[in-house]
């Protein structure tokens, strides 16, 4: 069966430290992966795709960037983090119509 | 363009109470139509889903019918007991099957 992981659970870091956020997708080939962000009390909004390696969409301007180095590894980063960029980080994928949820990160900014 | 709509929360119910959560979509073709379901501090879990008009969606007792004409995919529950208590998004997917669109979420709080 399929699982998705996310790395680290929670994060705590300074207004303009550099961010590395990390998800993995086990037991599929080839499946699409995105990434979400949940600001505090409000829905998803999808910040970047990708459909293989080394393709990226994004679908939000901002300071974030996103990779994907391996099949089924997608990392989200930043090289300086705002106040705003405080949030719950959702990685997911899917082969098909369906998308699957990672367990989230959620990342304060101080 | 995709957007899905759903009421806003937080709903409150006692525990063996009936519960409907609405959501309406827009009609840009016949998108699949899922209900994910987030437990507090945790990450979404698929729901129930369903891919054509008048197809029923149904998990843990819970309910959703594809209803073509009235562009809505209404979240039923027959009696909520307290461990239902979570935020549901209603989401659709866009006609390249490759984007979600999301519903803002409601908070649905049960009482004992």
């Known amino acids: 069966s399929q699982t998705i992981h996310q790395w680290p659970a929670t994060l705590v870091q300074p207004v303009g430290s550099p961010l590395s956020l990390e998800c993995t997708v086990e037991?599929?080939?080839?499946?699409?992966l995105y990434w979400y962000r949940q600001a505090a009390g409000r829905g998803l909004q999808l910040l970047f795709y990708?459909?293989?390696?080394?393709?990226i969409s994004s679908e939000v301007p901002q300071n974030l960037s996103a990779s994907r180095p391996q099949d089924r590894q997608f990392i989200l980063s930043s090289k300086k983090l705002l106040l705003s960029d405080s949030g719950f980080y959702l990685c997911?994928?899917?082969?098909?119509?369906?998308?699957?949820f990672g367990p989230g990160t959620r990342l304060t900014v101080l | 363009g995709n957007s899905v709509t759903q009421m806003e929360g937080p709903v409150t119910l006692s525990e063996e109470a009936f519960l409907t959560i609405n959501c309406t979509y827009t009609?840009?073709?016949?998108?699949?139509l899922f209900w994910y379901v987030q437990y507090p501090g945790e990450g979404l879990q698929l729901l129930l889903k369903?891919?054509?008009?008048?197809d029923k969606g149904s998990n843990k007792g819970f309910e959703a019918t594809y209803r073509k004409e009235t562009t809505s995919f209404h979240l039923e529950k027959g009696s909520v007991q307290v461990s239902d208590s979570a935020v549901y998004f209603c989401?659709?997917?866009?006609?390249?099957?490759?984007?979600?669109?999301f519903g803002g979420g409601t908070r649905l709080m049960v009482k004992p």
């Open positions: 990708s459909v293989g390696i080394g393709q």
């Open positions: 037991g599929t080939s080839n499946p699409n």
């Open positions: 009609a840009t073709g016949y998108p699949s």
């Open positions: 989401a659709r997917l866009n006609n390249a099957g490759n984007m979600l669109t």
């Open positions: 369903a891919t054509k008009a008048d």
């Open positions: 997911a994928w899917d082969t098909g119509d369906t998308q699957y």
